[in-house]
């Protein structure tokens, strides 16, 4: 596989950086724009630019900022053929994983080197989905495959945490194979679902063995993106969801995020007034994967072809659990052991316990996880599911129960 180029990086970031000065560049002018103009506590923000020597400034800064990123552009790209990155360390893959979670669309949108190529993976290295390339990639192929799914803002090496990796410790107890998909989290739910089932079909029909049984283990948004992948394997008649067994969720809000329906109405509010309404933009820096997540919305249908936002009523979609598949669920509770009213339990940090069990007041809306196949781990946060001894047996046994 060829090795990414620092030119290609060093492209993304400046690319970024200008993009940046001339956002900022349009906020600071919007409020110039309305303090000068007088506009009403609340109400609606005046439109259009500043005029005179004012709006010939802030054109004169935008347009040097263009200006130079192309310059940069130009140049770093002559450099492409000449200069190569060392190999990733783990550092770094965390940081452009993290960046792909908050801009993910944004990079994909405008072809930045940063946006994360979506890829089946293991041992750090990328598969190739072709016969003869995973034949040669893959020492000992196994009819058993485990697929794990990292959530927002993580990456396929940090199921690996303290020592301890989900997939490495069930395969070795299930005789199977683990590989790890890494993609843009920054992306809508939907888009990648329909990815990774393409990706899945591709990996079956070329497996170097008939696959007898397919795993996938979400955690957090990976849930979602597998649930995701599930209904358009459906819809598309593709042959791995018949192989598909068994679909573990670790701490998914299968009901929506609370932190990110906060964070949009933060936006609404600052949206009240034309002082604070530039200042919107700044919360609107929000990838479409993470506003995917205040409802947990996994349908292609509910996104608008408009700019990506979401048609109005898109929370109202309900998407129920694969049939002839053994669904489970793990929620995790940061208290150290249950309270007499299991509707209060705090959650684990970010996913309430509700959301993680897919359990709603409205019974239509609730996912029907068997009693056996609901689980929670006590004293344990978000993070903390990754590297859970407890989960990871609870899942073993699962798994060992077929």
Request: hydrophobic content about 40%; overall charge positive.
């Given at each position: ?242 192989h598909l067994r068994h679909l573990i969720f670790l701490g998914t809000p299968h ?148």
């Amino acid at each position: 596989m060829t090795r990414p180029r620092a030119s290609s990086a060093m492209q993304g970031s400046s690319r970024l950086i200008i993009e940046a000065v001339v956002g900022v560049t349009d906020i600071v002018e919007a409020m110039h724009r309305n303090i000068a103009g007088l506009a009403p506590i609340v109400g609606r923000s005046r439109q259009g630019g500043t005029r005179g020597i004012t709006g010939l400034v802030y054109r004169s800064v935008r347009g040097i900022a263009r200006t130079v990123g192309g310059a940069l552009d130009i140049g770093l790209g002559q450099l492409a053929s000449r200069l190569a990155l060392p190999r990733a360390t783990r550092r770094g893959d965390a940081v452009l994983a993290a960046l792909n979670g908050v801009l993910g669309d944004h990079l994909a949108a405008t072809g930045n080197p940063l946006a994360t190529a979506m890829t089946l993976r293991t041992g750090g290295r990328a598969l190739p989905l072709q016969a003869d390339g995973l034949a040669r990639a893959i020492e000992r192929p196994s009819s058993r495959l485990i697929i794990l799914v990292h959530g927002l803002c993580m990456n396929d090496r940090q199921w690996q945490r303290n020592g301890h990796d989900h997939g490495a410790a069930l395969a070795g107890a299930h005789r199977a194979n683990a590989l790890y998909l890494r993609y843009n989290s920054g992306l809508h739910i939907a888009s990648n679902g329909r990815e990774f089932a393409g990706q899945l079909e591709r990996l079956v029909r070329s497996w170097p063995v008939p696959v007898r049984e397919l795993v996938i283990i979400g955690h957090s948004m990976g849930g979602l993106v597998a649930r995701s992948a599930c209904h358009c394997a459906e819809q598309e008649g593709q042959v791995w969801l018949r192989h598909l067994r068994h679909l573990i969720f670790l701490g998914t809000p299968h009901l929506g995020a609370p932190l990110e329906r906060a964070g949009h109405w933060l936006q609404r509010l600052l949206e009240v007034s034309p002082y604070t309404a530039p200042l919107a933009r700044l919360g609107s820096i929000r990838s479409a994967g993470i506003m995917d997540l205040r409802h947990g919305v996994l349908v292609e249908g509910t996104v608008g072809a408009a700019g990506g936002k979401r048609e109005r009523g898109a929370a109202a979609t309900h998407l129920p659990l694969p049939g002839r598949v053994r669904c489970h669920a793990i929620a995790a509770s940061t208290q150290a052991r249950p309270g007499a009213n299991l509707a209060r339990l705090r959650g684990d940090g970010l996913v309430p316990v509700a959301s993680a069990l897919g359990q709603h007041a409205d019974p239509a809306r609730s996912l029907a996880f068997p009693a056996g196949h609901r689980h929670i781990c006590f004293g344990v946060d978000h993070l903390g599911l990754l590297d859970s001894r407890e989960a990871c047996e609870r899942m073993r046994q699962w798994l060992a129960g077929d």
